[in-house]
């Protein structure tokens, strides 16, 4: 069973930075794809940020030039660095793993950015 466990999320001031971490384990083919999602309060669940396994990485409009996502094949694992968080940044960030053609979500965690 995939298993996805994030981590970095808080409370920041509008301006500041976070970095989010997502840790992958189970049976996780070499060719899979992970990406950054998020959900604010009463909206959709949204997409944020992929980077395929080959390091190539696509970014949504919102966020193009101030997060950057990256991942450690080695370690499974995928990063979300957020900088200039402004406070419609505010959300649950969840990330996902497609592998084997089914993608796997984690339990997300919370990003706070006060104005």
């Known amino acids: 069973q995939v298993q996805l466990v994030e981590s970095g999320g808080g409370l920041v001031q509008a301006g500041g930075s976070l970095k989010l971490g997502c840790a992958a384990s189970g049976p996780i083919w070499s060719f899979s794809t992970m990406a950054w999602y998020r959900q604010a309060p009463g909206n959709q669940r949204e997409w944020v940020a992929t980077v395929t396994s080959g390091g190539n990485t696509d970014y949504a409009d919102s966020v193009m030039g101030r997060f950057t996502i990256s991942r450690d094949g080695a370690k499974n694992a995928m990063y979300l660095q957020m900088n200039d968080l402004k406070p419609e940044d505010t959300a649950v960030y969840y990330c996902?793993?497609?592998?084997?053609?089914?993608?796997?979500w984690g339990q997300g965690t919370q990003v706070t950015v006060s104005s």
């Open positions: 996902q793993i497609v592998t084997l053609g089914r993608p796997y």
